[in-house]
């Protein structure tokens, strides 16, 4: 079987995280579902995308769909497509993520999430290959596999009744769990490397000083809850603002929001008092309620990325380029309106 030309990068040689490897290497040709599970961060699409591109199927398409980006009426329209006239405002036919995917992978990201009602058509597919578009009667076959990813316990949401067992059973023909990276020691430098170096090639640098021993010890030190996401902004952030390529970097900003200024949270009796405060009488209005533009600004700049994200099915690469952004600054302002 020829190989992918051009895999994911996956770096680290902690025992658990090449134990995960070894495992992607065994599943990835068995041409079944699989579940990837693991706390945000982990780097779970990094690993659905191996498992393509170490499939037969590298040669086809890797489409990904967050389930928890949707409401439940847009899910089943971005996974089935849907026919002219469906429902207001459906123009023209549109094709599903199943069909972009056929004789590829399809990435469920955040698949606990998805309504029942759509898992119930997504096990019909996984079982039988067939489905109907939203408002069509004519039953389509497509040849893909499916991989979802979660972090949730997926079990114990089945039993909770949140979850559909027999998609479970259907999806877990393996579950790749990966180690969390406060679990994968040793791990941390090489990623801040990794990172670092990719960072400084960004900003044109001509080397990388990479970080001193104490910052580090500070790195390795720390207890990661956001993972390797999170390391990957910390390195970044780090490097940028330390803004010399010659020396080595001794600064690292963990926490941005850090600052003598920062606004004290709101304590919870002075919460409780709000609640329970007798209602006082509505002032009188005599001018224009006064808007809070930046609000507004947020607001219309995620109705934006959204509509744009559906429109370029969900490529995050497309969208940039559909905006006028870069790759980056999309990502940034997608993290920043929480749609990552």
Known sequence: MALAPNLPAMVGDAPS??????????????????????????GKELIANRLHHLSRRWQGSFVELNCAALPETLLETELF???????????????GRFELADGGTLFLDEIGNAPLSVQE????????????????NDTLSVDVRVIGATNRDLPGEAAAGRFRPDLLDRLSFDVLTVPQLRNRPGDVPLLAAHFG???AREMEWTGYPGFTRDALTILESYGWPG??????????RSVYRHGDEERPIADVVIDPFASPFRPRPERSEERQEAVSAPEAAP??????????IREAVDGFEKRLLVEALAAN????????EHLGLGYHQLRNRLKKHELI
């Open 227 to 236: 993972n390797v996401r999170e390391l990957k902004n910390v390195v970044e």
């Open 283 to 292: 002032p009188q209005i005599t001018a224009v309620t006064p808007i809070d």
């Open 197 to 199: 170096r990719a960072m």
């Open 121 to 136: 058509k997504v096990l019909r597919v996984i079982e039988y290959g067939a489905f109907e578009r939203v408002g069509g």
């Open 313 to 320: 099915r969900h490529s995050q690469k497309e969208t940039a």
């Open 81 to 95: 497509g849907h026919e002219a006239g469906a429902f207001t405002g459906a123009g023209r036919r549109r094709i």
């Open 17 to 42: 995280f090449l134990a995960l490897l070894e495992q992607v290497s065994l599943a990835a040709p068995q041409d079944r579902p699989v579940l990837v599970i693991g706390e945000r961060g982990t």
